[in-house]
T-cell receptor, first 114, second 113 residues
């Protein structure tokens, strides 16, 4: 158990809908990263938050947004969903943002858009 | 642009042999390189980190090398076991002050009994 909790584990929704994925980082970790993993793309970095502030963006679509709350949990919001958004979404946390600390990954949310 | 390359073809080996996986990167100079293991449908799990001033790092049956001239890291599993079957991901980081783990697509290792 990595200590990172993601909910829900599975999500099935229709095109055009909006969903929210939730991540609780390891106790004490200030950094939260979101990744998308689809079969043909590998693990793609989406966005990084550190202590409530957005620090970096990767290949995140404008239809997607995220935030990190004062209690350090994070949510990834996906809207106007398309079939191509079907993927595994992972959250990872680490203790810092500017060192070589390892990232701890949650078990992911499998999103299926139908 | 920055690129991370790992063998896309699965590596099949017999139990007891040494598995060697390759990670090549281009157009940047990471200060560190991490290796992760990922099982199907599960999140990656950190295995080892090696720094640019370290040529080699070992942990039990695992060994990682880091050649900044060749821009390459090799990941070795000695005395491999079927339980080692998984996808292995490399993540160079620390280039330009960025410590965000950015992953290669991984290499699938299959260890046959």
């Amino acid at each position: 158990d990595s200590g990172v909790t993601q909910t829900p584990k599975h999500l099935i929704t229709a095109t055009g809908q909006r969903v929210t994925l939730r991540c609780s980082p390891r106790s004490g970790d200030l950094s939260v990263y979101w990744y998308q993993q689809s079969l043909d793309q590998g693990l793609q970095f989406l966005i990084h938050y550190y202590n409530g502030e957005e620090r970096a963006k990767g290949n995140i679509l404008e239809r997607f947004s995220a935030q990190q709350f004062p209690d350090l949990h994070s949510e990834l919001n996906l809207s106007s969903l398309e079939l191509g958004d079907s993927a595994l979404y992972f959250c990872a946390s680490s203790a810092s943002r500017d060192r070589d600390t390892e990232a701890f990954f949650g078990q992911g949310t499998r999103l299926t858009v139908v | 642009s920055q690129k991370i390359e790992q063998n896309s073809e699965a590596l099949n080996i017999q139990e007891g042999k040494t598995a060697t996986l390759t990670c090549n990167y281009t157009n940047y100079s990471p200060a560190y390189l991490q290796w992760y293991r990922q099982d199907p449908g599960r999140g990656p799990v950190f295995l080892l980190l090696i720094r640019e001033n370290e040529k080699e790092k070992r942990k039990e049956r695992l060994k990682v090398t880091f050649d900044t001239t060749l821009k390459q890291s090799l990941f070795h599993i000695t005395a491999s076991q079927p339980a080692d079957s998984a996808t292995y991901l490399c993540a160079p980081l620390g280039a330009g002050g960025s410590y965000i783990p950015t992953f290669g697509r991984g290499t699938s290792l299959i260890v046959h009994p």
